[in-house]
């Protein structure tokens, strides 16, 4: 069969096959490579290789989030079919080739692939049992170590003239009192000791509680868990930010300069919030890009670390506040499904990963809960006697923040910053944070105070809730807990 072009040529696809055989002779060169042992060299290699990376890398706090795991009740994989290589000899017809003469391969005992397979399989086992297990547990099902609180025990304590009940909240008591915008500039070292402020040194390990003149427990500072691996967990937390800053500068996502309400640095936020102009709580919403990078970020296993520590901080020094956080948020996510916890291990609703020259101009969180507390974690190679100190204006205190530590500030009715650091230093850090939104909207029966204003009685029952002017405040402020009661407020929450 034959076809004709545009041009009027005749062609013919089969015009090959009538070619001369003198024209169609291949020339055929023999050697005594094994292809099947090629083969099965290349496989072998290829799953000894992915076995030991996941053996490596496996984590079972990694599977909470993962569901392209394989069935764990699959039976190890049979030994590969592939033959082993054996050498053969060459015909008197063969063609000498330059690779005739290299020794063959020795066979490849499948016996290591399978025993990696084995720790592979057994691995998954233990992830799904353990799944199992915990099937239906919520971050707020989580209670802290017992043998936690014995080793911070003997912690110390800072009390300032500084009555809590002072500092500024909106009518309700929900979030912060909104003020005038505040100075986008860093404050230093300096200008805040001739402010009359009080420098507070820490070397970021003994926790330190900050009392107000009520022995309210308003700020904690925290420290590091007694472990020896801490370091490595922060380092390998500030190499996966730094990671991100990098790729978020090459594609485009961040400028160096990009100056915002709380500093210059890049700030990739996560979790569920309220406020701001938004009609109901939903999950924060990025550009594809940062959805994938951030997803990465707090699928690190360090950041989930800190982030879980942090709350068990919450739940030692505020106890009766990690209560009513549990209480409240639990009834939340049953109620809106859509929302996503950001970690597993902790009940804050919401994340912030400061990356990269994370310090922070002075400012309050004011949407956040105003009688909420806020946990920070620095990281970084910087010196924290000279910069990156977290200062809290109101109660004239410049704390020194050192790389690795972590503490409990109000920032939702507090205004707060860092001092700079030097030059060719860098400093992250992590937050935890809840919208005082999402407290009021579940106060509320789940809808905003405008819809329920719109019910007939909707207006008594906001005032039922929000009670006389002041009194919910004094009602939040007594959810902190005093020095001299911490013991037995943790025996209350955590042992009833």
Same mark, same amino acid.
């Given at each position: 069969?034959?076809?004709? $072009?545009?041009?009027?040529?005749?062609?013919?696809? /089969?015009?090959?096959?009538?070619?001369?055989?003198?024209?169609?002779?291949?020339?055929?060169?023999?050697?005594?490579?094994?292809?099947?042992?090629?083969?099965?060299?290349?496989?072998?290699?290829?799953?000894?290789? +992915?076995?030991?990376? =996941?053996?490596?890398? %496996?984590?079972?706090?990694?599977?909470?989030?993962?569901?392209?795991?394989?069935?764990?009740?699959?039976?190890?994989?049979? @030994?590969?079919?592939?033959? @082993?290589? $054996?050498?053969?000899?060459?015909?008197?017809?063969?063609?000498?080739? @330059?690779?005739?003469?290299?020794?063959?391969?020795?066979?490849?005992?499948?016996?290591?692939? =399978?025993? +990696?397979?084995?720790?592979?399989?057994?691995?998954?086992?233990?992830?799904?049992?353990?799944?199992?297990?915990?099937?239906?547990?919520?971050?707020?099902?989580?209670? #802290?170590?017992?043998?936690?609180?014995?080793?911070?025990?003997?912690?110390?304590?800072?009390?300032? /003239?500084?009555?809590?009940?002072?500092?500024?909240?909106?009518? &309700?008591?929900?979030?912060?009192?909104?003020?005038?915008?505040?100075?986008?500039?860093?404050?230093?070292?300096?200008?805040?000791?001739?402010?009359? &402020?009080?420098?507070? =040194?820490?070397?970021?390990?003994?926790?330190?509680?900050?009392?107000?003149? =009520?022995?309210?427990?308003?700020?904690?500072?925290?420290?590091?868990?007694?472990?020896?691996?801490?370091?490595?967990?922060?380092?390998?937390?500030?190499?996966?930010?730094?990671?991100?800053?990098?790729?978020?500068?090459?594609?485009?996502?961040?400028?160096?300069?990009?100056?915002?309400?709380?500093?210059?640095?890049?700030?990739?936020?996560?979790? $569920?919030?309220?406020?701001?102009?938004? *009609?109901?709580? &939903?999950?924060?919403?990025?550009?594809?890009?940062?959805?994938?990078?951030?997803?990465?970020?707090?699928?690190?296993?360090?950041?989930?670390?800190?982030?879980?520590?942090?709350?068990?901080?919450? +739940? !030692? %020094?505020?106890? *009766?506040?990690?209560? /009513?956080?549990?209480?409240?948020?639990?009834?939340?996510?049953?109620?809106?499904?859509? !929302?996503?916890? $950001?970690?597993?291990?902790?009940?804050?609703?919401?994340?912030?990963?400061?990356?990269?020259?994370?310090?922070?101009?002075?400012?309050?969180?004011?949407?956040?809960?105003?009688?909420?507390?806020? #946990?920070?974690?620095?990281?970084?190679?910087?010196?924290?006697?000279?910069?990156?100190?977290? %200062?809290?204006?109101?109660?004239?205190?410049?704390?020194?923040?050192?790389?690795? +530590?972590?503490?409990?500030?109000?920032?939702?009715?507090?205004?707060?910053?860092?001092?700079?650091?030097?030059?060719?230093?860098?400093? /992250?850090?992590?937050?935890?944070?809840?919208?005082?939104?999402?407290?009021?909207?579940?106060? %509320? &029966?789940?809808?905003?105070?405008?819809?329920?204003?719109?019910?007939?009685?909707?207006?008594?029952?906001?005032?039922?809730?929000?009670?006389?002017?002041?009194?919910?405040?004094?009602?939040?402020?007594?959810?902190?807990?005093?020095?001299?009661?911490?013991?037995?407020?943790?025996?209350?929450?955590?042992?009833?």
């Amino acid at each position: 069969m034959s076809r004709q $072009t545009r041009s009027g040529a005749q062609f013919s696809p /089969y015009e090959l096959l009538n070619l001369p055989n003198s024209l169609r002779s291949f020339e055929i060169i023999r050697t005594n490579i094994s292809l099947d042992a090629l083969l099965h060299d290349a496989v072998a290699d290829d799953d000894i290789y +992915a076995a030991e990376q =996941e053996a490596a890398n %496996y984590n079972p706090e990694d599977d909470w989030e993962d569901v392209d795991n394989p069935d764990s009740t699959l039976p190890p994989s049979p @030994p590969s079919p592939l033959t @082993p290589l $054996t050498p053969s000899s060459p015909t008197s017809s063969a063609v000498p080739s @330059p690779q005739a003469s290299r020794p063959a391969s020795p066979a490849l005992s499948p016996v290591p692939v =399978e025993k +990696a397979r084995g720790k592979q399989q057994a691995a998954v086992r233990r992830s799904r049992r353990r799944q199992r297990q915990h099937a239906g547990e919520t971050p707020y099902d989580k209670r #802290p170590d017992p043998r936690y609180s014995q080793s911070h025990r003997q912690q110390e304590s800072h009390t300032v /003239y500084f009555d809590l009940a002072d500092a500024p909240a909106a009518a &309700g008591a929900w979030v912060g009192r909104r003020r005038a915008n505040a100075e986008r500039r860093h404050r230093t070292l300096p200008e805040l000791l001739d402010e009359g &402020g009080e420098v507070i =040194e820490w070397n970021g390990r003994d926790p330190k509680l900050i009392v107000d003149a =009520e022995g309210r427990i308003i700020a904690i500072l925290l420290g590091t868990p007694e472990d020896e691996e801490w370091a490595a967990v922060i380092e390998d937390a500030v190499a996966a930010m730094a990671h991100a800053r990098r790729e978020a500068l090459r594609q485009g996502e961040w400028r160096v300069g990009t100056v915002h309400r709380r500093g210059t640095h890049l700030a990739l936020r996560k979790g $569920t919030s309220f406020g701001g102009g938004q *009609k109901r709580p &939903g999950n924060l919403c990025h550009t594809p890009f940062l959805r994938r990078l951030i997803r990465r970020l707090l699928r690190n296993k360090s950041i989930r670390r800190i982030a879980g520590f942090q709350s068990m901080g919450l +739940a !030692l %020094y505020a106890p *009766k506040l990690y209560r /009513y956080y549990c209480k409240v948020l639990r009834a939340l996510f049953r109620k809106h499904p859509n !929302l996503t916890h $950001t970690f597993r291990n902790s009940i804050f609703p919401a994340v912030t990963l400061n990356c990269g020259d994370a310090v922070t101009f002075e400012h309050c969180d004011i949407l956040n809960l105003v009688h909420g507390l806020c #946990p920070v974690t620095s990281g970084g190679r910087f010196n924290h006697v000279l910069g990156g100190h977290m %200062y809290l204006r109101q109660l004239r205190l410049i704390i020194q923040f050192p790389s690795g +530590a972590t503490m409990l500030i109000p920032s939702g009715c507090l205004d707060h910053g860092n001092t700079p650091i030097q030059t060719n230093e860098t400093r /992250y850090s992590i937050t935890q944070y809840a919208a005082g939104g999402l407290f009021r909207w579940a106060a %509320y &029966g789940f809808q905003s105070a405008k819809s329920l204003l719109a019910q007939p009685g909707g207006e008594d029952v906001k005032n039922a809730f929000d009670g006389v002017p002041g009194s919910r405040w004094q009602w939040g402020l007594n959810l902190f807990s005093k020095l001299d009661e911490l013991d037995t407020d943790r025996v209350a929450v955590f042992q009833s």
